[in-house]
């Protein structure tokens, strides 16, 4: 077994437990690089078919590449997609900064879908390697009833045994890429051959190393135009992933409170 | 952290079949850990080009003198910072070997550290400062080393130079540490005299230590074992679920050892029904061909339709898992309430879950103090070997035949609160202390001191058949009984004839022989009796038991009769008999005896008379508190 072997399978595993031992569970589907690997790994658990919702929680400030990607694969894979939207801005906390306060509606918007279904399970694409606080995280990571994360109790998770027990009204999040990285991501994705989009590749020297909402994420300088071009640069380049995340960057905390409060 | 150490060398390069071996390196605090493992990558050429003068330039930079320590610390910082690293372990080589270290840093959470990372360690590397010589600390990971089963330790004695060299001081070290780690029946592979700082003894035998001939760290490194790949050990397959989205069911789950392909005759345990895999089923293209081994998640149909559930284990027919209701486990305790004798838990091995109940704790250990506390709780963080009743029977291994199936973790309120490693299926057969309410004694243990002048007690004679221990617990009874005491004898003999009588020879019926008669004499004693037991007792482990479950009371007297003289006596004839053949399983011809190493008494009756024998004991028990000199006034203890 290779490296991706590996990864393919530990992942396979986490969703077999997340179906076995959960009651209702959804898979987030942000449209991006991680969750269609996602999708992919959670067909090959299942052999050919995704055997719970694919929930996109929109702002409706996506890319319309993204919208486009969406409704072709969401047919083209038979998933049982459920598109739930957010709040308007005025809705959410206003003493966040701008740009987080624009991502807290995600927040909220999960928040909803949560309550409108009943999920105690979501099935998450974050990885370890991302950001600081997501490298704190379970791969069964419990939250409160409020979708809050208690950073400083999280309970023992080893040798592959997981807490599925979430609090009645309370609910999981299931992270079945934690352990994967950004060129994990990439290869696997090569040599798989899951379709991408193509904002993933540069274009006048610059390229999406992330996507989120229009308004704040930008593009990073790149030449690399195909997935072996990604590879290479990812090997060399020392600038993180999420650079082009304006969140990520107003205050020191904004992304920890977005979490804890229950962002991905 | 492979990552930083080695970005381009795969763990195993094309072509060769290079064993990798996991190694965990502990010792005291500033004993040299750093220096040793920086040391060992620079010598096993293992550093990325550049990082070496990086370092030195830095420590330039802050006018330090370079220190091989640094090498660790950087990467720590690194790891510190958040970049990329998913794993905490070091990739080496040796000559033979692909080595991973496995980081153990930390002193707070050094127990879950540790247990996490070593419980997967094939060896151990226990440093020791050649100055500060063996600490504490020292003992306790040689101790928590023994815990985890790891069997293979290479000692190394650190910081030659600051003792010049000394062959004196570094044998006094070896001696001390050898000792101890036998004790625990960890047997070191290597004691080695070096210096990390220098590199004396890690990669070369320098002329400073020219008088040690063993080996030198990477050589010992060379040398150890890997554990049988998983892959080689038998088919395990652990059910995580059914699925019938289409017109095939398929059984999905991640084979944890072992290997099958279409063809293959299984077992469903614990049920034990047979069936043939039919197909391996994938996506996108299914079914696959070839073998699947282990760490693979898939998916089979077989043969024919049975029932099947998640948690059974699919196996080998003729390689199955033992199926049992009964485990004895080594555990580790993270949650805030200790767990004690009769608690309720479920307890996960693998997919499967059952509910649980702890029948006995046999050991509770502070791995921080060491103290081995009464046998009644684990505490946080402490760790313990506990006998466990299934309300399901299950189907595991031992985790010596089996690291994947061999341990488990155990919930309380729906999260994990421990974990660890089954040492045995089907435990002692102990009853389970479900609704059963012990009924007190009408009287008070004072009560009875005061009529028999002595307290409770169990004076257990050890020795070889025909060495003089019945004739000695008679006297002894005799004498108590004629000082106004309570004496019962409880002769292993007279008790096969009623009481044990469904017991043979075999050497788990002579273990629970043994432990009948340990509780039988402990009842007695908790009643303020003086229980003589005289029997053979010749498994030290079992005596060992006994004494656990007497407690204080227990008084050993070694009846250390030369054995010529005792078969001489053979006033049974059983000697004779088993000369002739005629008495299997005989303890005394062969050398299945093991004595005691501290008893509390020792008695050769081929050179004393049964009278002076008897003097001896009952001075014993008057020194360690059993008879009281002065009638005690009951008054004055109400």
Known sequence: MDHLDQLEAQSIYIFREAFARLKKIALLWSLGKDSNVMIWLARKAFFGRMPFPALHVDTGKKFPEMYRFRDHYGKEWDLDLRVEPCPPIDAVDPTLPPAARSAARKTEGLKMALAKYGFDGLIAGIRRDEEATR???????????????????????????????????????????????????????????????????????????????????NPVNSNASTIDEILIELEQTKVPERAGRALDHETEDAFERLRVAGYL | MNMLVTPTSPATPNGTTRP?????????????????????????????????????????????????????????????????????????????????????????????????????????????????GVRDQTRRHGYLLHLLGVKQVAVVVNKMDRVDFSAERFKAISDEISAHLSGLGVKPTAVIPISARDGDGVAERTGRIGWYKGPTVVEALDALEPARPLEALALRLPVQAIYKFDDRRIVA??????????GDEIVIMPAGKIARIKTVESWP??????????????????????????????????????????LRARIFWLHDKPLARGDQLLVRSGPKESRATVVAIEKAVDPGELSSSENKAIGRNHVGEIDISLSNPIATDPYTDNPRTGRLVIE???????????????????????DIVPVESALRPDERSARYHHNGAVVWLTGLPASGKSTLAKAL?????????????????????????????????????IRRLAEVATHLARNGHIAIVAAVSPAREDRAIARRIADTAFREIHVATPAEVCEERDPKGHYKKARAGALASFTGIGNDYEAPHAAELVIDTSTRTVAEAADEIEQMLKSSGVLFDEVVDLAANI
């Open chain 2, 253 to 262: 789950g991640r084979i944890e050892s072992g290997s099958l392909v279409a």
């Open chain 2, 412 to 434: 309380v309120s729906g999260r994990i609160a421990g974990g660890g490693l089954v040492l045995s299926v089907d435990a002692g057969q102990r009853a389970v202390p479900v």
């Open chain 2, 477 to 513: 009874e005799r004498r108590l009984f004629s000082n106004g005491g309570s004496p019962i004898l409880l002769d292993g003999d007279t008790l096969r004839a009623g009481l044990n009588s469904d017991l043979g020879f075999s050497a788990a019926d002579r273990s629970e022989n």
């Open chain 2, 285 to 326: 293209v299914t079914p696959v061909a070839g073998r699947q081994g282990a760490g693979r998640s898939v998916g089979i149909t077989l043969d024919r339709e049975l029932f099947i559930e998640r948690g059974d284990i699919i196996a080998h027919a003729n390689a199955a898992p033992r199926e049992t209701r009964r």
């Open chain 1, 135 to 217: 490298a704190k995280e379970r791969v069964f990571s419990p939250r409160g009833l409020e979708g809050n994360w208690d950073v400083r109790d999280q309970p023992p998770e080893f040798w592959d045994h997981f807490n599925a027990s979430p609090p009645q009204g309370a609910h999981l999040r299931i992270h079945p890429i934690l352990h994967w990285t950004e060129a994990d991501i990439w290869a696997y994705t090569k040599r798989e051959n899951i379709p991408i989009i193509p904002l993933y590749l540069a274009k006048n020297g610059k390229r999406y190393r992330s996507l989120g909402d229009q308004d704040i994420t």
């Open chain 2, 20 to 132: 990798q071996v996991r190694i965990v390196i502990v010792g005291h605090v500033d004993h040299g850990k750093s220096t040793l493992v920086g040391r060992l990558l620079h010598e096993t050429g293992s550093l990325p080009e550049g990082k070496l003068e990086m370092l030195k330039a830095v420590s330039a930079r802050r006018g330090m003198p370079f220190e091989w320590s640094f090498l660790l610390d950087a990467l720590q910082t690194e790891r510190d910072q958040g970049i990329t690293i998913d794993t905490t372990q070091i990739r080496f080589r040796t000559n033979s070997r692909d080595i991973v270290l496995i980081d153990a840093p930390g002193h707070a959470e050094f127990l879950r550290n540790m247990i996490t990372g070593a419980s997967q360690a094939d060896g151990a590397v226990l440093i020791i400062d050649a100055l500060e």
